[in-house]
């Protein structure tokens, strides 16, 4: 794709092409989704975890339904995230104690009366999926530039890095070879995606 080459390109330059490529490739989410979502739960580390942690998609985003009933009937809890209003926090609820409304950004969120946000215990198996704008073949990743995600893995990986990957999931038209990022940007373990 044509991104993929260009040099001195900024964060945000490259936000705006990936927004004008996906929304000519709209006719493959659906597919792409269900490709990738099957190509996650037939990962080694997916089969081996007992926690995902998954999150709610936007309309330009992988869509993990399929992985999520999955994950549900092979008894593994899922995680997914709220913002937390006025910042740029996520706290992470039980996927099977929630009800769901939209929430920040038009994304379906769990209701919070009478949910405390859950902790795993340490030594569980926990592969967290992350959405992102572009992906770099070797992990890299920028996000939609609020900084949720980086902040929420720069406090959760001090405790939790032993026996979790930590995984980006895209279309195929959202990697390129050389990704612009920052100190602050956390790499991936992992990027999960399918053939174009």
Not at 32 to 39: D, R, T, Y
Not at 81 to 101: R, T
Request: positive net charge; charged residues 25%.
């Amino acid at each position: 794709y044509k991104w993929v080459k260009m040099q001195n390109i900024t964060k945000q330059e490259l936000r705006q092409k990936i927004k004008i490529e996906l929304s000519q490739n709209k006719q493959n989410f659906e597919k792409w989704s269900k490709l990738i979502c099957q190509n996650i739960i037939n990962s080694e580390f997916y089969q081996k975890a007992q926690i995902v942690y998954a999150y709610m998609a936007l309309p330009d985003e992988v869509d993990l339904s399929v992985l999520i009933d999955d994950a549900l009937c092979k008894n593994k809890t899922v995680f997914v995230p709220k913002v937390v209003p006025n910042s740029n926090k996520m706290i992470f609820f039980d996927y099977s104690k929630c009800q769901f409304e939209n929430g920040s950004f038009g994304i379906l969120e769990p209701k919070t009366e009478d949910i405390k946000e859950e902790k795993i215990a340490g030594d569980q198996t926990a592969i967290f999926l992350v959405p992102g704008r572009v992906f770099g073949e070797d992990g890299e990743r920028i996000g939609r530039g609020k900084g949720f995600y980086d902040i929420y893995l720069s406090n959760f990986l001090k405790t939790q890095k032993k026996s979790v990957l930590v995984a980006g999931v895209c279309f195929p038209i959202q990697i390129g070879k050389q990704v612009p990022t920052t100190e602050h940007d956390i790499k991936m373990d992992q990027i999960f995606t399918c053939p174009k």
